[in-house]
């Protein structure tokens, strides 16, 4: 099983989840929810690029050359930034559709 194969398991429901709290929001909060989200997707992903890098320099964890794409940011191989998308897509939207549900409760 390559990488990119254990990354679907999570960045598939991380996106349908990702969709579905950005379908709830409507208007100028769906706006604001969506920059916020890609301005921490940044944010995210350069910490783990020069993090993910220094883990690898110093010989904490390294990846089987034959089950990675070969493209690489810094030390790091493209796969090992799928965590962070999911949870970029995820947590906001959990937020969201989770506080829909308390907002509908409490009506």
């Known amino acids: 099983m390559t990488y990119w194969t254990l990354n679907a398991v999570f960045l598939l429901p991380a996106f349908m989840v990702g969709a579905a709290g950005a379908l709830l929001l409507k208007g100028r909060r769906r706006t604001v929810a ?11 992903l350069v910490l783990t690029a ?26 790091a191989p493209l796969e090992d930034f799928a965590y962070p998308v ?19 409760r409490q009506l």
């Open 34 to 44: 969506l920059a916020a989200a890609g301005g921490a997707a940044v944010v995210v």
């Open 50 to 75: 020069v993090f993910d890098s220094l883990m690898i320099a110093v010989g904490l964890f390294s990846y089987a050359p034959e089950l990675i794409s070969g493209v690489f940011i810094g030390l």
């Open 86 to 104: 999911a949870a970029v897509l995820l947590l906001p939207a959990l937020w969201t559709i989770l506080g829909e549900r308390k907002r509908k």
